[in-house]
């Protein structure tokens, strides 16, 4: 296997890419074996609503020579509407306080979904995405939050290891939901 680089994600291509990867772990495409030893993602995204996502803040992505091997998108508060199924997520979070500051007066953004091919796993590609993560943003924003199924277990013990922490416990119409927050101060 070759070596595989982390990098802002820059054409539609790629943009398609990251969308035929998460078809592949779509909570309802996956056995409950696959879901419980692999993790899923819960979203599918369109690619118009992915390529207005990148126009504002661009998308990380792993490839292993031009094909997109793993992704940890990024979503800015402002685009809440083209993903409807957040929504509750970010009404939770304008109603959240952090360090006692409202989470809305800080300048932060959401890791959207993190998914990595099946072959790639467990080379250390999670940390890798999300050090870039930290590398282009940190300068910008404060924090990256994110959300996780409390079903998710591999997914939830990953977060943990970089450096998240729950902040918050929700349940919705779909699923029990940590907020998770990376405060990089």
């Not at 369109?46 to 996502?53: C, F, H, N």
């Not at 031009?66 to 509407?81: F, I, K, Q, R």
């Not at 952090?98 to 091919?117: H, R």
């Not at 079903?151 to 998240?164: C, Y």
């Amino acid at each position: 296997m070759t070596s595989t680089t982390i990098k802002c994600a820059t054409k539609t291509t790629e943009l398609k890419q990251i969308l035929a990867l998460q078809n592949l772990n779509y909570v309802k495409n996956l056995t409950e074996e696959e879901k419980n030893t692999n993790g899923f993602v819960t979203v599918k995204h369109t690619l118009s609503v992915l390529e207005q996502m990148n126009s504002k803040t661009p998308q990380i992505i792993a490839t292993n020579n031009t094909n997109v091997v793993g992704y940890a998108l990024v979503m800015l508060p402002e685009t809440t509407s083209l993903i409807p199924v957040l929504a509750p997520m970010f009404k939770i979070l304008n109603s959240l306080t952090y360090n006692n500051i409202p989470v809305k007066n800080y300048n932060y953004y959401v890791m959207g979904q993190i998914c990595i091919s099946k072959t790639y796993r467990g080379l250390g590609l999670f940390r890798k995405l999300y050090q870039k993560h930290k590398e282009v943003y940190k300068n910008t924003y404060n924090f990256c939050i994110t959300e996780v199924s409390t079903n998710n277990q591999r997914s939830m013990l990953a977060h943990q290891k970089i450096g998240f922490t729950t902040i918050h416990t929700f349940t919705d119409q779909t699923d029990t939901w940590n907020i998770l927050l990376w405060d990089w101060k």
